[in-house]
């Protein structure tokens, strides 16, 4: 069975790259981890399990048998790290990137289950915005899709009757989720007291 030290990884690589300037960024950074960790495995970017859909997995480790999705969630936040500077935008629209995130979890429980060389996934969220690891004492649209501390993620999950047809637009269908996970918020990297400037990560392991 493939384990995969995703929390090593991570604390590996936020030596090197603590903050990123996008998703694309922090792919290919994780991506070039993966490599000096696993120097005889091939990996693929943007992999496209099933050929007649329009579906790609971020990373594919096809010798290992590994799927990873990514999701880099900002707010606005400037930063100078190792004499590069940052600049990332406040990203926002927090309901609809929770549903994205559960979506490649999804994602990922299908691949494991249907595509033969696939044995594990993870789907990686890491962000500098609080909302997504504190619990809300709101009611809101997104009730079901929310990823706080010591949440657990399973069956079906839907929008509110409320919701808008302009936040649900091509994100309509429920999230339905055959295994149960548990939301367990990791620290990544933390350039001071301020809470924009503190990065967190959440992984969910799919087998």
């Given at each position: 069975m493939i384990t995969l030290d995703v929390s090593g990884l991570m604390e590996n690589l936020k030596e090197e790259r603590p903050i990123f300037h996008s998703e694309a960024d922090f792919q290919h950074a994780l991506a070039w981890q993966l490599h000096k960790a696993m120097p005889n495995d091939e990996i693929r970017l943007e992999y496209k399990p099933f050929q007649n859909e329009r579906m790609y997995l971020d990373i594919w480790l096809p010798g290992a048998g590994v799927a990873i999705e990514l999701k880099y969630l900002t707010k606005r936040l400037e930063q100078c790290s190792k004499q590069e500077s940052f600049a990332l935008l406040d990203q926002g629209a927090q309901d609809i990137r929770r549903y994205d995130f559960l979506r490649d979890v999804q994602r990922l429980e299908r691949v494991v289950a249907d595509f033969e060389l696939a044995e594990v996934g993870y789907a990686i969220l890491l962000t500098n915005d609080p909302s997504y690891w504190r619990l809300s004492s709101r009611s809101t649209i997104d009730a079901?899709?929310?990823?706080?501390?010591?949440?657990?993620?399973?069956?079906?999950?839907?929008?509110?009757?409320k919701a808008a047809k302009g936040t649900t637009n091509g994100r309509e269908e429920p999230i339905r989720l055959k295994g149960s996970y548990d939301c367990v918020w990791r620290d990544y990297f933390s350039f001071g007291e301020a809470t924009d400037q503190q990065f967190r990560y959440l992984m969910i392991e799919v087998r």
């Open positions: 079901d899709f929310r990823l706080h501390q010591e949440r657990e993620i399973s069956g079906e999950m839907a929008w509110s009757p």
